[in-house]
């Protein structure tokens, strides 16, 4: 069983750019989230996937974007970059099934710079 | 979801049980407390969860007051690789998915 895999592991940009991060969920998994992390903050979530449609979003801009593809594996796309989403970009799998206790389990995260 | 308070450092001594604290005095009935740890430089990892009932497993305990507005994450026997920041979060349980909402949580250093 592999588990949640993320590419790049560091990226840097320059404002205004566009990026995206992507995402291999655990095996057997059907749901993606994906959370933001500044340095010295915990995590804020910024949406979920789930069976390919979006299952909530957080506080963020549209400029945050995402997608998610038959096999489950999702990707993260952020335009027009800014200094303040410099962070750590954590992508979640889950298996939401009835009775289940639908733990999270993260991938190591892609450092995003942007200069 | 119900907020969650917790101590932003704790010490322990390698060998001995770590004991930290979540308040989540606001917590609804159908919430349940999870917990999760993030090591230096990786992804956040699930350690355990509970509704009332204390929880046991090969990680943790986890002991929630009989009203439900506290609980301990306990490691038995601290180890120099248990040194993360801790997580305490509530949610309701749910079949379909769902947000964590992390706050800055507990950075426990344990110390040889």
């Known amino acids: 069983e592999t588990g949640v895999t993320q590419s790049p592991t560091h990226l840097i940009k320059t404002r205004g750019q566009q990026v995206t991060l992507r995402c291999s969920s655990q095996?057997?998994?059907?749901?993606v989230s994906w959370y933001q992390q500044a340095l010295g903050q915990g995590p804020q979530f910024i949406f979920q996937y789930y069976r390919e449609e979006e299952n909530g979003r957080g506080n963020f801009p549209p400029r945050f974007s995402g997608l998610q593809f038959p096999n489950y594996s999702s990707e993260l796309n952020v335009n027009a970059l800014e200094l303040d989403d410099s962070a750590l970009y954590l992508c979640?799998?889950?298996?939401?099934?009835?009775?289940?206790?639908?733990?999270?389990?993260f991938g190591p995260g892609t450092r995003l710079t942007v200069l | 979801d119900a907020k969650t308070t917790q101590p932003p450092s704790m010490d322990c001594a390698e060998g001995r049980a770590a004991n930290l604290p979540c308040n989540h005095s606001t917590i609804s009935g159908n919430e349940y407390v999870y917990w999760y740890r993030q090591i230096h430089s990786q992804g956040p990892q699930y350690i355990i969860h509970?509704?009332?009932n204390n929880e046991t497993n090969e990680m943790a305990s986890l002991i929630i007051t009989e009203d439900r507005k506290s609980s301990t994450l306990i490691l038995p026997h601290a180890t120099l690789r248990d040194t993360a920041v801790y997580y305490c979060i509530v949610r309701p349980y749910s079949n379909s998915g769902y947000a964590l909402n992390f706050g800055k949580g507990t950075s426990l250093l344990v110390t040889p």
């Open positions: 509970g509704l009332k």
């Open positions: 979640a799998s889950s298996l939401a099934v009835a009775g289940a206790s639908n733990e999270q389990f």
């Open positions: 095996s057997g998994h059907n749901t």
